[in-house]
């Protein structure tokens, strides 16, 4: 009887199941590297907005406080973006017919709000709570960056699991990671005029930035590792996962 | 991968041949081939890896244009309000989360609540939401502006108008009605409730020559009678009454007095199931058996012979009847408590019951003592007109306008009136409603109605608290509340809420300065009630022989021919007013377990000898009308009664309820009063029923622990072998929860002797957990999602019945043998001692629900999330939403836990002891429900474990639940046999 397959088919056999044999490890290893990359997690990615709000301006020329936009990072879950009256409060009277500032006016007095879009997202089922973590001294800068030299906003941190849970578990290695002095004292930044500390921090993606001056970037010990309030005791999944 | 995707929905026809959960229609109908099969099991495993891998498309974040002062984006605030139902108002705390109410609790200022709160009240915010709520006036089913339909209501002065309300106690409605009356002197009032007190008040009026309210005192009382009343559950103040006499009902130590209950009754009711005593017996029986212990009470004692017992004549014995003995006891009981005892008579009882009560009360001493007389809170308490002189006028041709507001006259009411015909030979016809009901059909002019959570006006509680309504939010809809429309027909040109109530009270509070009464006002909002508002006392020498003369029906035996048929309101849709709501359609009923609908409740012997069990069809019928009705074989109900719950049957509304349950309605006669005599008669058709618990049987296992006051005396400790340490060799507490870092630990304990049933605990656990509701079908399969349940269980050796109800949730046990299972750990132990639930992870095995034994987690078996654009307005964005795959349970509120750690934090403190409070701890009228930490000693969590009548369910497993139990203890007469 002549022979049904070919010679090579046997090759071909072994090839496939070497291959199949390799893809059912490097498929979903390759896949459980890609989400953490930063194609996934938009790390890096600058976003666009319907307003071309610079914040080196803002922050950086005029030192306006964060959390004079973003007021409710002090007492809410949500630090939240101005409402559209916060903006015009100056810009009803400097900048007032500027066509960068065409769609805050037609918000304002429209009445539509202004449809920013999201920079820094974490899933529904992740609870993050912005209070607890500025109000236990945590600055701004440590996870969204050097906002302050940015023309549009990047997301700096990948927000990963991952990433909470370096600061979560060790959080002097995290931040001394981020370059940050633990002799600083955490404050409202209000004086550009303090010394920055001496070493370029780098965020975890290696994009080195100059760090800002004063603080907003710096946690206070207090004396923390030992006592129940420590950040290091909040590793557990209702933490986050509610 | 895109086309694999297009090619699974073209496989199944298109997205619209996906049903409900995503579950391809052909699925579900098994008239897929072989290859279809294939196709679509290939497709879903090439869809199965990949669904979570893609980028989230972008979100936008849309911040206010002009942000409100007081609300902070993130942070809730709470306002106070009331919710008033049959004209009665209970003070709510309604919290709400950007604008938007997502949850309802109880004001802990307001006498009528004190903290808690009832099924109806936390279930009211899911009916703000309601989809199927009325939009936009309606004329003849076309739409209209308000403008006209305000125009509508408006005439002559000659104008003879009737007006439809519920039983009305807010000072400015009853102001404007006043000046409707003003404006058409012709106008009529007929104050319609399905729970009518009128009973109440006639027999008051008949003692004390005004309708006065008697309003019960349990702190004081030892001994309850009540004469086929459910006060623990039903009733304008049932929340503070269950708190009031739950104070004196558990034992704290053995040697602890309780109070005693006696129950009359039928039907098994929630008051039934925590009396000591009950007697089943016709509703009927009941004022004859009132009458053998006034007589009984005379006979015995100088104290209890009223001077007008002789307009009784010769006063019945009750010697040689069957309940001879437990009426001799009783008597003996109550006059032992002279001064200390308190009769109360159900709503829906006759005039001579209440009569009766009215007599007994006074035969022991409780005016003054347990029983203090105020003015009625209501407008015209004895009743204004009836649905039967409207009828009467509407035959004369005196109705020239017909306007009912808020209450649906037409569902249950008596064939014989015929309102349905009649209401369409009025010329005009009005009505405000916010669904459509059986009423709408015979309207022309259909007005949506508002609902509190959307209005201002005011109400009063049973005790005459004046209690403010604020809305949380402007109407959703083109609506207006029913203060508006009076006001619209006493002719004020543009009625505005705010206004009105805020003119009304700037003259009734007598300030002199607009500072003193915004300061004041201010203030009435904040508590959400107007403090000193409450009636004061009143003295009164009653006219014993007027009132007994009420009683002379009593001395005559009900007929006892055919079965006696009593139409309760339904402890989830009331009187049909909530039959839209979908919690309280799946809510399960306290005693029966049935979800989505009604049943005849039949007692075990009449089934039996019937040949009936539950699900069996039978069918009612009376003077030539029958209704079909399926059985259910019900604990507690007396030989020779049915009960079928109001509220159900409805249909036409375009609302969740409509063909749900049988609307018994058609068997009704108004001159027969509450209870009916019908015929039955088995057909052989069956229904297939939902209920949750299938058996109130034990079998056994010792999972729900009573004991009379006395044995608990003699052997306190007789939950033994259900508590304590165990030989085991795990380590005593989870490695997690020792050490610095571990925190508080939080525990529950759960005391049942004070539970009623009454299950406000299910609906306040569903609304703060965005628990879903699954819908007939599923919920007959036992697909319910109810995070907390509870299980009624007869107790073991006792008869005939002693019902026991334990509430049961996630034990939360430190031995979870949940936590071992799971291939994923989606269910882990927090350093707290929490059992934690990670639904992202949970991948669906279901491993950890078969594990269970106390069987308290739940499947999402299908996408059970409500995914309308209004019902997710009422969701808590602190808890997550589940999809479909994913197993929920109980987690101790840990949102709460949370926010309260947070809380902490931030103000460097600990958390303070009674802080943490779980939405079932807040909701329960008893207090049963006890939350807290392990740590926070005096605290009733902590205090109550050390109790000797403390005990874990299923012990004997090792699980070592954070959850405990105290079991029931029943302070039982030694006189009378169980």
Known sequence: MPALFPPWSNTALRLALGAGALGAVAVPAGLMVYVRTPWNTGQGQVVDQPVEFDHRHHVSDDHIDCVYCHSGAETSRFAGLPASEVCMGCHAQIWDSSPLLENVRRSYFSGQPLPW?????????????????????????????????????????????????????????????????????????????????????????????????????????????????????????????? | MSEYWRS??????????????????????????????????????????????????????LPYVTSPRELTPGLPLDYATSMELDGFAVGLLVKSHEGRPTKVEGNPLHPASLGASGV??????????????????????????????????????????WFVLPPQSSPVTIAWLGRVRERYPGARFCFHAALSRQAHYQAAAAAFGEPLEAQPDFSASRVVLALDSDFLSQGPMSLRWAREFSERHAPRVPSAEMNRLYALESTLSPTGSVADHRLALRSTDVPRLALWLLAELARNDARARLPGLSALGELPSVE???????????????????????????????????????????????????????????????????????????????????????????YGSDPELGLEAAFARVPLTVQLTSHSNATSRACRWLLPLSHYLESWGDSRALDGTVSQVQPLLEPLHASRSLLEVVAACAGAPRPNGHALVQAHWRSQLGVRSVADFDAQWATRLQHGLQPGSAFPELRREPDWGRLLTLARTALTPAPRDGYELSL??????????????????????????????????????????????????????????????????????????????????????????????VDAGPLRAATEGAFLRVQLRATSQRARLAIRQQTQ?????????????AAYRQDPSFTRAARGPQASLLPVLQQASTGPLAGLQWGMTIDTTLCTGCSACVIACQAENNVPVVGPREAARGHEMHWLRIDSYAAEAQSPVGVIHQPMLCQHCEAAPCEYVCPVNATVHSPDGLNEMVYNRCIGTRFCSNNCPYKVRRFNWFDYSDDDALARLQKNPEVTVRERGVMEKCTYCVQRIRGAERQARIERREVAPGEVVTACQQACPTQAIQFGALSHGGTAMVEWRQEPRRYSVLHELGTRPRTQYLAKVTNQNPELPR
């Open chain 2, 697 to 709: 049987d034990q079998q056994g296992r010792g999972l729900a622990l009573a004991t009379s006051l």
């Open chain 2, 120 to 161: 109806y009240e936390q279930a009211s915010v899911l009916s703000l939401y309601d989809p199927s709520r009325l939009r936009g006036p309606l004329q003849d089913r076309m739409p209209v502006s308000w403008e006209r339909a305000l125009a509508a209501l408006q005439g002559p002065a000659s104008w003879r108008p």
């Open chain 2, 320 to 410: 040689g009847s069957e309940h001879a003995a437990w009426v001799r006891a009783l008597a003996d009981d109550l006059l032992r408590h002279w001064g200390t005892g308190l009769v109360l008579a159900g709503p829906q009882q006759s005039l001579a019951t209440h009569a009766l009560a009215l007599a007994l009360n006074g035969a022991l001493g409780s005016f003054g003592r347990t029983l203090r007389l105020t003015a009625p809170a209501l407008l015209e308490p004895a009743g204004a007109e009836s649905l039967g002189t409207l009828r009467a006028a509407i035959d004369q041709g005196e109705v020239d306008a017909l306007l009912v507001l808020d209450c649906d006259p037409v």
């Open chain 1, 117 to 242: 879009n999201r920079v820094h997202d974490l899933g529904d089922f992740a609870y993050f709570d912005h209070a607890v973590h500025v109000q236990r001294g945590l600055g701004c800068v440590t996870c969204h960056g050097r906002v302050d030299q940015m023309a549009r906003l990047e997301k700096v941190a990948p927000l990963t699991m991952q990433w909470c849970l370096d600061c979560h578990r060790s959080y002097e290695n995290a931040l001394l990671a981020q370059g940050a002095d633990s002799s600083l004292a955490a404050s409202v930044w209000l004086d550009s005029s303090r010394a920055p500390p001496q070493s370029a921090p780098t965020s975890e993606s290696g994009t080195a930035y100059e760090p800002m001056r004063g603080a907003l970037f710096d946690v206070h010990v207090e004396n923390e590792v030992a006592s129940r309030g420590s950040v290091t005791s909040l590793t557990t999944c209702t933490t986050c996962h509610r």
């Open chain 2, 8 to 61: 699974v929905l073209q496989a199944c026809g298109g997205s619209a041949a996906l049903g409900a959960g995503g579950v391809p229609a052909s699925a579900a109908t098994d008239t897929l081939g072989r290859r279809e099969l294939i196709q679509l099991l290939g497709g879903s495993l090439a869809l199965a890896g990949l669904g979570g891998c893609n980028q989230r498309p972008r979100e936008q974040i």
């Open chain 2, 568 to 661: 309760p309101v339904s402890p989830s849709v009331y009187d049909g007013r909530f039959a839209h709501n979908a919690w309280l359609l799946e809510l399960p009923d306290p005693i029966t377990k049935q979800m989505w609908g009604n049943a005849l409740r039949i007692s075990a012997e009449d089934a039996s000898r019937l040949g009936l069990s539950t699900g069996s069809v039978v069918e009612l019928s009376r003077v030539g009308r029958a209704v079909r009705a399926p059985v259910l074989v019900a604990p507690g109900q007396a030989p020779g009664t049915l009960a079928l719950a109001l509220g159900f049957g409805q249909s036409g509304s375009g609302t969740l309820g409509d063909g749900v349950g």
